[in-house]
């Protein structure tokens, strides 16, 4: 077997064909579109090779038919955080083959050793932990936009290397309606919120939505921003996101809560794209442009993507948050023309207690369940789960 650098348009090409080889008789695999992957490695569109840097390999057999992949990467201020130094690799594809993934592995260790790097995560991306992170172990159903999917003998490839499981990611589902209703404690605090007159819960208008992002941006400021060195947001930058999902995005998924007019909370979703990508053969030209639009408004898209939810500081423990999921989910069921059955939220990691329990009291079940897994490179070091988050003495939290 032959391990090759990727650098020419030839290798890059093999790098991504690869998976559609592997996976042609899968039928729940939807192709990444290509540049989505290709962008990842491209220095002018990715910031992270400002602090870091990435590298990519193709495994080629005897025969020269290409049989496995590897990146491997690492971003400066991610791995000065652990406890040792840690980068990355991801993007693994491969051939039931033990040897095979090995070789695979050894190599992304050895480049990352180099770097001074002391463990490695994986499978992981070369940036934002809400895409191409971790390894399907659980709900082997289509996957979401820019969410891996992996054969079952995958685990097994990683485990007998010596992978160890860092942290479980939890995908829950819920259907709209009121086909599966809430727990009652949170009915409770959400009443509270709903039968205040101070307070509203909405979606926005197709012609508010010149207004969504500084609705939004109010909100995450004020929930976010300063907390464990979040940097808070332009309005500019606001505006680049609403503008960004504008070609997209359902107004009726997009939630806000208002206190006396101002914006407190909110809960962002919008159309599961996978559902109409996957009949673009990861192309993304103007065939396939005009494809997706006439796609998209067939109405072909039958589940919505919880993406992000937010609410201020002085309006947290009062309900609002129940009170917004509660209207958000159950005001639309009936509505004349509305297409979306299922909603499935962004993963939550199990080191999130806090934020699996209001997935649970909202009546949503766990649907897929991804590993990112970790290897330390010294073989004695005691190895650590991830830490939990969101430990908290206040009874008052166990009830959201």
């Not at 208002?258 to 009949?279: D, R, T």
């Amino acid at each position: 077997m032959q391990l090759i650098e990727v650098k020419s348009k030839a290798e890059e090409k093999a790098f991504i064909k690869l998976p559609v080889k592997l996976y042609k008789n899968e039928k729940n695999w939807i192709r990444p579109l290509d540049k989505d992957i290709l962008a990842v490695f491209d220095n002018s569109k990715n910031k992270n090779y400002r602090q870091g840097d990435a590298i990519r390999w193709i495994l080629k057999d005897e025969s020269g038919k290409v049989i496995g992949r590897i990146a491997a990467f690492y971003i400066k201020k991610v791995s000065e955080a652990e406890d040792q130094p840690t980068g990355g690799m991801g993007f693994f594809e491969c051939i039931n083959d033990q040897d095979a993934a090995n070789l695979l592995f050894d190599k992304a260790k050895s480049w990352l050793e180099d770097l001074g790097m002391e463990a490695m995560d994986g499978p992981v991306n070369f940036g934002d932990r809400n895409n191409w992170w971790g390894l399907l172990v659980d709900g082997f159903t289509e996957p979401n936009y820019q969410m891996p999917y992996n054969f079952k003998y995958y685990q097994e490839l990683f485990e007998n290397y010596g992978f160890k499981l860092y942290f479980n990611q939890y995908t829950y589902k819920r259907p709209f309606g009121s086909s599966v209703d809430f727990t009652p404690r949170f009915y409770a605090r959400a009443q509270a919120s709903i039968d205040n007159p101070d307070y509203e819960f909405r979606h926005i208008t197709k012609k508010e939505y010149t207004l969504g992002h500084k609705y939004f941006h109010d909100v995450y400021n004020k929930a976010w921003a300063g907390h464990s060195g979040v940097k808070p947001m332009s309005l500019d930058q606001a505006k680049a996101i609403f503008d960004q999902l504008k070609p997209i995005a359902d107004v009726r998924l997009i939630w806000f809560a208002f206190y006396k007019n101002e914006p407190v909370a909110f809960f962002i979703s919008i159309p599961e794209l996978n559902q109409v990508y996957k009949h673009l053969n990861g192309q993304w030209n103007l065939l396939a442009k005009l494809k997706f639009i006439i796609l998209l408004k067939m109405g072909i898209v039958k589940k919505g993507l919880g993406i992000v939810f937010g609410v201020v500081p002085d309006h947290q423990r009062k309900g609002v948050e129940g009170g917004l999921i509660v209207t958000y989910v159950k005001s639309m069921a009936w509505k004349k023309g509305f297409p979306y059955e299922d909603i499935e939220m962004n993963w939550i990691g199990d080191f999130n207690p806090k934020m699996i329990r209001v997935a649970e009291q909202i009546g949503s079940e766990l649907f897929k369940t991804h590993v990112t897994y970790r290897y330390l490179f010294d073989r004695n070091k005691e190895f650590k789960r991830a830490p939990i988050i969101n430990k908290t003495k206040k009874k008052d939290d166990e009830k959201v």
